[in-house]
């Protein structure tokens, strides 16, 4: 397992959403496409990034963000149909928060290395 936070709850939420999204009826199939589209993603752009230098580095972070917003409005959605509780929303959104806080954390700690 690896010791990168990030790449830990990326993948604890890929499990949870995978366990979601065979639920949700197929009447909401885009929906649930992009969500498994942006969660796929969200995983290649973390190891994408770790292969990039500094400025390009910071603009594929901020694609991620971009990823986190629409993946939590995907939710939301979801959500607003009924197709998942509140209570199972508000975990999951919790835990996209918990994922923008360490990304935003990393893009602080990408912009404050010196360069030589």
Do not use: A, C, H
């Not at 709850?9 to 499990?15: F, H, L, P, Q």
């Not at 366990?19 to 498994?36: G, P």
């Not at 973390?46 to 390009?56: A, S």
Request: glycine fraction near 0%.
């Amino acid at each position: 397992m690896s010791n990168f936070v990030l790449e830990n709850k990326i993948k604890e939420i890929d499990i949870i959403t995978e366990r979601v999204v065979l639920n949700i009826n197929n009447k909401y199939k885009t929906t649930k496409n992009s969500i498994i589209d942006s969660n796929y993603k969200l995983l290649y752009y973390l190891y994408y990034t770790n292969t990039l230098e500094r400025p390009k580095r910071i603009y594929i972070q901020r694609k991620m963000l971009v990823e986190v917003k629409l993946l939590d409005y995907y939710y939301y959605k979801l959500y607003t149909y009924k197709e998942i509780s509140k209570d199972k929303y508000i975990s999951i959104s919790k835990k996209y928060i918990t994922i923008t806080k360490l990304i935003y954390g990393w893009i602080k700690s990408e912009s404050r290395v010196k360069r030589y």
